[in-house]
């Protein structure tokens, strides 16, 4: 018996994406993942993090590279697997959306092969911890998104799984209702059960993951604590500036400053937030401050990086990168 | 605790995969079970059909009208048994549920057998309301002492189509146009099967295909059934013969397209 | 007069793209295109090998004619129903809706585009008839044959469209396509003529704009007279459908909109 809960040993699968042409989704991705732990997935979109969930699912095959489960292999132990794995996608598919509540929980629980006798109490237990209970009777297609999502948590830990893997499970949730199901996952693992889930938001990794692991174009750039992770940006301050009409050669010169690590931009409110990785010994606020002369400063800050500073300098490779 | 519930594969459980969980996929995939779409589909699509073609074959005149109310009253169980096993394993795909219940360790044969049992209940209840009124329209004749018998007739029918409806749903986890191939099946039974045109009066090869079809032996018992002439076993014994082959194919189908769908990722392109 | 221009032209050309698009859509299904060649020759077969043993006088030319239009029938219901269903599934309804060309205009090109593929049908069973069931080719009067068969396609493409409407509003839209298609069939008299209908029935048929095409088209193809009437009727019946549906566009989109079935599948 294995004594870690999900072990990948370099993964990889590869896509064709037309005649001749393949992308490598998942590259030698080993991931050891203990029992008892919440272990957090992030990386941007197209990182490989959903590809590796399905994999783990066994609703994708690798292509080579070996992924285990509670020491079953997802490819030759399939049955044992899909028996002590929970599935909790996110979004809004997935659902069947004209039954109800109650009745997409009694459809899948026989498909997990759970007695009759255990199904009503436990599917009345999970309807009760996902709040769930009001509207059971309802139609799924009426749900709002942070229902279904909550809908899917309950599907997921019908049979009671060992292991649960969530796929950003508060994708596209208001900031209230992501709490709420932050608290539902944490509970979740109160009972023992190993979870790993894939998010791109930093500070619910922060708050959930006892570790998490950085996946860039298939790879795993960085693993640890979110902490450790945190570290890498030790000795680092964010210097971060509320600026309008700033343009790429701008950028190319702050990169050049002494002292600037990393220069990333986003859009806020029709201007930009410019956020430096500065090294806390050089101040550089000066002759950032400088080259930008010609353009209109709105607002100056500094703070201790967070996760997020930490993701976004790993993910961008220290270059910017541009979002909205 | 975490894993209370992992060793269960009892003969109850997997009668209720069979029964409760295909009853529950039926009704949440296939888009006729609604009232507002089941009485102009299921009940009326056939109530008119049937009124065509003893419309049409009295003015043909070849057979007698009761030839073509028997043949399109049987047809009627086509409806749920084509479509309904087709539009419940395609419909996976469109709601984006087939990750989630290819994911789950339920048996798929029973799984996907049990997805027939509601198309084969309901065509059967189709073909006895189209026989009750092919009674009025169609000048058919229905003794007490035959109801029994046509009554079984009438289920193996509905169960063959139903199987034939299930290898079309297979083709419809890897294509989306298991319904479209549903319809084309449904005309091309009535052309084939000998239900307005007599297998003797088409060619060879179109006959050949016939028999290979869903529900031709089914309807020559039928007739045979009120006419009260003997031997209508055997003609049952083929049709089932042909359902169980239907259902193999299905199931092997299913399995390769899943593997298959495993090893290419294409479970979620619609 | 500058305006009128350009709003003609630019009408013009967004039932032109329109229409192109929807028949790439239908194009793109292999087994569509596969069921509308085979369809046609199994509406034909049923109809020959049925009246093959019978006294009906009924030629080989009419009967093609009719599963001819059968065919056509059922596409265009077909068509129209799956369209609206189709663009609801994408979820492209609601934006259509709330753009600002007319429903009437965005809805015009799927019911030309599946009538196309009725004429197409249409077609398709005279080859196969030709080929398989010996059927002459001989029209008597080939001219008017095609005003007819223009006519009839317009008129089934305006029918298409009426029932189109109250799709939009009626979700299971398909189901009561197929519905529609025998007693449509019963009513505009093919393969059996409509004098063998129960009287009060046959006012219904009068009505059908369809069924006057069949009138024209059968007419024109055998040398009976009164193609023009039938023409006539077909194309001022078609206009009376687009004037209904354009009303009843309106009331849906508002209906539909308060009663939120845009987006529900």
Known sequence: MSDYAIELENLSRTFRVGPGRTKQAVDGLSLSIERGEMFGLLGPNGAGKTSTVKILMTVLLPTSGHARILGDDVVEQVERVRRRTGVILGGDAGLYARLSARDNLLLFADLYGIPYREQKRRIGELLEMVGLLKSERARVETFSRGMKQRLHIARGLLHDPEVVILDEPSNGIDPVGARELRELVRGTVRDGRTVLMTTHYMFEADELCDRVAVMRDGKKIAEGTPESLKKQTDGQVVLSLDIIGVGEPDLDRLRALPGVHSVSVAEVDGSQRLDLHCDQQTDATAAVLEELRHLTVLRVSKREPTLEDAYVSLVSGGDATWTS | ????????????????????????????LFRWMR?????????????????????????????????????????????????????????????????????????????????????????????????????????????????????????????????????????????????????????????????????????????????????THGIQAARDVLAGTTGTGVLLLLELLKTAVFLGIALIMLRCLEQSSRRHAVLDEM | MDVLIRRVVSTALVLSRGWLLELRQL?????????????????????????????????????????????????????????????????????????????????????????????????????????FFGMPLELASPVLFVVAVVVTVVSLSML??????????????????????????????????????????????????????????????????????????????????AAITLILLRRFEWLARSSGTLALQ
């Not at chain 2, 519930?5 to 069979?18: D, E, M, S």
Request: a positive charge; glycine letters at 8%; proline letters at 6%.
């Open chain 2, 1 to 28: 605790m975490a894993g209370t519930f992992q060793r269960n594969t009892g003969a109850a459980v997997t009668l209720r995969l069979f029964f409760m969980a295909g009853w529950r996929s039926h009704m949440a």
């Open chain 2, 35 to 215: 009232p507002s779409a089941f009485f102009p589909t299921v009940i009326g699509v056939p109530t008119v059909q049937l009124v065509w073609f003893v419309y049409l074959g009295n003015y043909v005149g070849t057979h007698p009208v009761a030839y073509y109310a028997v043949g399109n009253a049987l047809h009627a169980s086509a409806i749920a048994g084509l479509f309904a096993p087709a539009m419940s394993i395609q419909g996976e795909r469109f709601s984006g549920t087939l990750t989630a219940v290819l994911a789950t360790p339920a048996r798929r044969s029973v799984m996907f057998l049990g997805r027939v049992v509601p198309a084969v209940l309901i065509g059967f209840l189709t073909s006895v309301v189209m026989f009750a009124l092919a009674a009025v329209v169609g000048d058919v004749e229905l003794p007490w002492s035959r109801l029994p018998q046509l009554a079984g007739v009438i289920l193996v029918t509905a169960t063959s189509c139903s199987a034939f409806g299930l290898l079309i749903g297979a083709i419809g986890l890897r294509t989306r146009e298991a319904i479209l191939m549903a319809n084309l099946a449904s005309y091309f039974m009535l052309l084939v099967c000998g239900i307005n045109v007599s297998l003797e009066s088409l060619p060879d090869w179109l006959a050949a295909v016939g028999r290979l079809m869903p529900m």
């Open chain 3, 27 to 131: 194009m793109r299904s292999r087994l569509y295109l596969v069921t509308a060649v085979i369809l046609p020759l199994v509406f034909a077969s049923l109809a020959h090998y049925m009246f093959a043993g019978s006294q009906r006088t009924e030629g080989p030319l009419v009967i093609a004619l009719s599963a001819g239009l059968m065919g056509m029938w059922s596409t265009t219901l077909m068509g129209s129903g799956s369209a609206i269903n189709r663009l609801r599934f994408m979820q492209v309804l609601e934006p259509l809706v709330a753009c600002p060309t007319p429903t009437f205009l965005f809805s015009l090109p799927f019911a030309l585009a599946t009538a196309s593929m009725g004429l197409y049908s249409l077609g398709a069973t005279l080859a196969w008839s030709a080929l």
């Open chain 3, 160 to 241: 298409g469209l009426l029932l189109a409407s109250a799709f939009i509003l009626y979700p299971t839209a398909q189901a009561l396509a197929n519905f529609f298609e025998y007693p449509i069939w019963m009513l505009s008299g093919v393969l059996v003529p409509v004098s063998s209908l129960p009287s009060s029935v046959r006012y219904a048929a009068d009505l059908l704009a369809p069924s006057w095409g069949v009138k024209a088209i059968m007419r024109s193809a055998t040398g009976e007279s009164g193609t023009f009437s039938a023409v006539l009727i077909c194309s001022l019946l078609s206009v009376l459908y």
